[in-house]
């Protein structure tokens, strides 16, 4: 009966389980696209930045030399809201697989009592076997015992 309400316990367990696993796979890809979209600005930035030196060896206008640092200044600010992102996606991340590693051990810790309790049943039920075995054991030696007094 009380390995029967385990069992239930561990399904449901085993339910959390699987759904914490699932949000963490999310949060884990979430975080993955956040970090691509962070190298991909970086990337950008180091482009653009390389672009306007191969411009400016050329020769730039103070207004042209102005609009470039502030689209560079405009690309910062962008890395470093993205940086963020990825912060935050990160641990987001690493919160739902603690989740899931805490759930898992859960339904673990649960298991290893329903073992135990199913060892300690068969137990039992070995020791009534070899118990009863044991009895007929006697019954039939004092009944070999009585004939045998009896004949003879």
Sequence with gaps: MITERLALLIKV??????SLQAQFVRAQQLYLQAEQKYQGLAN????YIQQSLQ???VGLGGRQFNQYVSFISKLDQALTQQGRVV???RNAAEQRRQSWLKMQTKRKGLEKLVEQAQAKTQLIADRQQQK???EY?????YQRQQIAEQGG
């Design 13 to 18: 367990q085993k339910e959390r389980e699987e």
């Design 44 to 47: 950008y930035r180091t482009e």
């Design 55 to 57: 411009q400016g060896s």
């Design 87 to 89: 912060q935050q996606s």
């Design 132 to 134: 009863l075995a044991d």
């Design 137 to 141: 054991a006697s019954q039939r030696f």
